[in-house]
């Protein structure tokens, strides 16, 4: 594949007042997709939410109820649009679920797993979802839209992490752990626990936009078919590109397993592309949300954006958010002496074949990388006054605001099915 990334704008989008923005998915606080809607309502559109739905103590699948639908501030299609077959019975009655229950952590290479099962479960679960989203795009047609009306369909689907005790506490080690606690990835993945994790991944984060672009091509005829546009986003990770050495430089995190998904997912945006489709999969930059929080030091590449506002936009921008900053740091401390860190965290070698393209993506852990990054994650964290108040949390906003902006612009008419977000476009549209 080759790197497209986004550098100017193009200004040439027709979004009017009384557009459509559909979050496919649910919108929830803290993540990406709050920046696409902050960039949607400043140009007057109207917000249309999914919802995953929820699941009750027998395992029952229902919508949101009158207390859950009270707290969302957007229109909500309450039609649960809950993806993967993690928990799905197959014909014999048991999940993939059940079949690892009850393992010990001592036992997890020992699962067994009755593919047959899965699969036949992975099925129901695909028709089950896809007869939702039907429901789901039949109700967005029939209630809110007309023969004015631009749509902007965005995909939010991501993760699918089985249901499993046992998963998440293997995983936790192969994310966070280090020393003694370290986790191999790449053993994870082949193993058949990571088999099930692989599946359920790709059926989450990435075949879920296939099976959107599919079932909306008679409301996409619709709207097309009275001079409309309708267009769609996703939200993809495959690296980004930082400044280093006063370059701006792609680099990437690692073990991020659920970048096999992503790649499936840009595949799905690709093929849409080809069919002259309006699909765009935005490979943004890391952040740190309520998701991505499970990734041990994915936040540190976050740090160096404070040295991409000082290139493009000036030292009077950089001061503004060092003040910011600043503030969040024990007095012994100042944002310098962060980014002096990071300045020797990405020319390490246990750092720097995380910054060659050629070596291709996604990449697994090994164990001095997974402990030199936890301790700079680690150092970075215990300068600040409060381990809640982070200066993450300002940059992350940073960051989705403008990929709000860039992902508007752009889904208009795509250059390509997937492209990248970078450090320096995000400075730009502060």
């Known amino acids: 594949m080759s790197f497209n990334a986004i550098r100017e704008l193009r200004n040439n ?11 496919f998915g649910e919108l929830f ?18 917000v249309i939410t999914g919802t995953v739905g929820r699941r009750d103590s027998d395992g029952t699948l229902r919508p949101l109820n009158s207390d859950e639908l009270a707290e969302k501030t957007e229109d909500v299609i309450n039609i649960p649009l809950e993806a993967g077959f993690d928990i799905e019975p197959g014909p014999a009655g048991k999940s993939a679920v059940d079949m690892i229950s009850g393992l010990k952590m001592s036992q997890w290479q020992e699962a067994q797993i ?10 129901t679960a695909i028709e089950r979802f896809r007869k939702q989203t039907t429901a789901f795009l039949t109700e967005l047609k029939d209630k809110y839209i007309n023969e004015n ?66 079932l909306s091509a ?11 546009r309708a267009t769609y986003t996703a939200y993809g990770y495959h690296g980004t590109e930082i400044l280093i050495d006063d370059k701006f430089t792609w680099q990437s995190y690692a073990p991020y397993l659920q970048g096999w998904a992503k790649v499936r997912l840009e595949e799905i945006a690709n093929e849409a592309h080809s069919k002259n489709i309006n699909a765009c999969v935005f490979n943004v930059p890391e952040i740190l949300t309520n998701s991505s929080s499970i990734f041990l030091g994915v936040e540190v590449p976050l740090y160096k954006l404070m040295q991409a506002i000082q290139k493009i936009k000036g030292d009077d921008a950089f001061n503004a958010i060092k003040e910011k900053c600043n503030s969040l740091l024990k007095e012994e401390f100042t944002i310098e002496d962060v980014l002096a860190k990071l300045d020797s965290y990405f020319v390490n070698s246990n750092i720097t074949h995380l910054l060659d393209w050629e070596k291709g993506w996604p990449q697994h852990n090994d164990a001095d ?38 992902m508007l612009d752009e889904s208009w008419s795509p250059r390509n099915g997937t492209t990248w977000v970078g450090h320096d476009l995000v400075a730009r549209l502060m």
């Open 13 to 23: 989008n027709e979004y009017k007042a009384g557009d459509l923005l559909v979050i």
């Open 149 to 214: 009306t631009n749509v902007l369909f965005a995909h939010t689907m991501a993760g699918g992490f089985p249901r499993s005790k046992i998963i998440m506490t293997v995983a936790n080690r192969v994310f966070k752990g280090s020393g003694k606690r370290y986790g191999s990835s790449e053993e994870f993945w082949n193993s058949e626990l990571g088999k099930l994790c692989n599946k359920n991944f790709n059926e989450v984060s990435g075949e879920t936009l296939s099976h959107l672009i599919e």
């Open 29 to 46: 606080n803290r993540g990406y997709a709050n920046g696409l809607v902050n960039a949607a309502k400043a140009k007057g559109m109207k």
């Open 114 to 123: 009755d593919w047959n099962e899965v699969e036949a479960a992975q099925k």
């Open 369 to 406: 990388q997974m402990l030199f990054m936890r301790t700079l994650s680690s150092e970075i964290i215990d300068m600040h006054k409060d381990k809640k108040e982070l200066m993450t949390a300002e940059l992350s906003e940073l960051c989705y605001n403008s990929c709000g902006i860039a």
């Open 218 to 228: 008679d409301t996409r005829k619709y709207i097309e078919s009275h001079g409309n």
